[in-house]
């Protein structure tokens, strides 16, 4: 059997090594492309990152409305009710989760989540509704305080829970249905759906968006969410 040294030393005496070394490395250099490529359930779980950072404005403003409703702005509550709207209930889950991925899901071990994760769906798109109303003034009315911070703890509580099992349940599962070409080919797809929708990189317009949001509320500090020592 003949070894790569034995190989190497081969085409080092015929003066090849460096041509043939030419040859292959546009071809190694699309191979650490490719693999840097984000594949489209890793797509899926980044976006879920977004719409986590929404629920964590959610929860943290959800107790300032309790105690100090008029420090919060609600123009940046309004536009993170909006970015959810758009970016999470008219793309991420009409285009993607209800169009493509549930369809496939039912046809597997899963099945039993997806009426769940419809009526969450539905759910989460009334409570936004009334979020986009409550938030639409220059201040949030003395009235809609309490059912606001109720609405916020609900919402974040329910999809806390409904993206981690699609996380870990949902986004598996379709997976395991699909062949390697299928899933190459709706990993593409979705990006034209996201161009389509967006004009672009509806992704990283997200980040920007949400990090805007956070620096409004006074959230961008990661440092300050740090626990506490404890004994």
């Known amino acids: 059997m003949t070894s790569t040294n034995d190989t190497r030393r081969r085409l080092v005496s015929m003066g ?3 041509t043939v070394g030419a040859a292959l490395a546009p071809l190694a250099g699309c191979s650490d492309t490719d693999a840097k490529e984000v594949g489209a359930v890793e797509d899926l779980m980044r976006e879920h990152g977004i719409l ?4 964590l404005v959610y929860a943290e403003s959800s107790a300032k409305l309790r105690t100090d409703s008029a420090s919060l702005d609600a123009t940046a509550l309004n536009k993170a009710a909006r970015l959810f709207h758009d970016f999470g209930e008219e793309y ?4 993607l989760e209800e169009g493509y991925i549930f ?3 039912r046809q597997g071990p899963a099945a039993a989540y997806v009426d769940v994760l419809l009526a969450q769906h539905r759910r989460g798109r009334e409570i936004t509704q ?3 109303g409550a938030t639409a003034g220059a201040k949030i ?13 609900s919402f974040v509580r329910m999809y806390q829970n409904h993206t981690a099992r699609e996380d870990t349940i949902i986004f598996p599962a379709w997976k395991d249905v699909l062949s390697g070409h299928e899933l ?15 004009g672009g990189d509806g992704f990283e317009d997200a980040v920007r968006q ?3 949001i956070e620096q409004s509320l006074g959230f961008a500090d990661l440092a300050q969410f740090t626990a506490p020592r404890f004994p």
């Open 16 to 18: 090849l090594l460096g």
């Open 210 to 212: 949400i990090g805007g």
């Open 141 to 153: 009315a003395a009235g809609d305080a309490e059912p606001l911070s109720r609405a916020f703890e």
């Open 130 to 132: 009334f979020i986009l």
């Open 52 to 55: 986590r950072r929404i629920l």
């Open 184 to 198: 190459e080919e709706l990993g593409e797809k979705f990006e034209d759906i996201e161009k389509t929708q967006f």
């Open 103 to 105: 369809p496939k899901v």
């Open 92 to 95: 991420h889950e009409r285009k």
